[in-house]
């Protein structure tokens, strides 16, 4: 069963406009979560994260969103570049446990 | 540069083979990880560990082992009875004391011939 669900395998954008990729889960253990950014061929790469103590963090172009009561998270890019055409992943991690559970990804084409 | 090093980047086996994969991070962290990618799939934890001499098994970890004799180095043997190794090896690592996110290598893309 995915605790972690991206339901969205792709998604398209025009440059300079907003790419909204969404995230949502299933365990109410989860308090930290993350979004990564993957190009083909390489590791992935830590953009952002957020704690179950705040709603939102933002960082430059960047901003995640944390709905707890519907179990949601979201992130935000504006403007988008095409720059930012990869895939992203969304995981979450619960207190101590050091494990991350992750999405399936959400890949993101930003069209110039 | 601190970072962490996975080689090789490509590495091609024989049926019935074992191959390793190293992993190396300068960091200083003490947790290290194993993922595996496949196609349109997230990440899947391998085997993990948080200090030297020590490690545990992820959700897929039938068909690999592990070592940590060094904090640097975390490397990832596949065996023979891996049945479908065909796959995006990512490795990463964290420091364990703190909610700082998990660094990643390139990866190693290991085929079957």
């Known amino acids: 069963d995915q605790q972690v669900k991206q339901n969205s395998p792709s998604l398209s954008v025009q440059e300079g406009r907003i790419s909204i990729l969404n995230c949502d889960y299933t365990?109410?253990?989860?308090?930290?979560f993350l979004w990564y950014k993957k190009y083909p061929a390489e590791g992935p790469t830590f953009l952002i994260s957020?704690?179950?103590i705040k709603d939102k963090n933002e960082d430059g172009r960047f901003t995640v969103f944390l709905n707890k009561s519907a179990k949601h998270l979201s992130l935000h890019i504006v403007p988008s570049q095409p720059g930012d055409s990869a895939v992203y992943f969304c995981?979450?991690?619960?207190?101590?446990?050091?494990?991350?559970?992750w999405g399936l990804g959400t890949s993101l084409a930003v069209n110039p | 540069d601190g970072g962490i090093t996975q080689s090789p980047k490509y590495l091609f086996r024989k049926e019935g083979q074992n191959v390793t994969l190293s992993c190396e991070q300068n960091?200083?962290?003490?947790?290290m990880y194993w993922y595996r990618q496949d196609p349109g799939q997230g990440l899947r934890l391998i085997y993990y560990?948080?200090?030297?001499?020590?490690?545990q098994k992820g959700d897929i970890a039938e068909g690999y082992s592990v070592s940590r004799e060094k904090k640097e180095s975390f490397p990832l043997t596949v065996t023979s009875a891996q049945k479908n190794p065909t796959a995006f090896y990512l490795c990463?690592?964290?420091?364990?004391?703190?909610?700082?996110?998990?660094?990643f290598g390139d990866g190693t893309r290991l085929s079957i011939l």
């Open positions: 990463a690592s964290k420091d364990r004391a703190s909610n700082q996110p998990q660094h």
């Open positions: 960091l200083n962290h003490d947790a």
């Open positions: 957020i704690s179950s």
């Open positions: 995981a979450a991690g619960a207190g101590n446990n050091r494990k991350l559970i």
């Open positions: 365990n109410s253990m989860f308090d930290y």
């Open positions: 560990s948080q200090i030297v001499n020590d490690f």
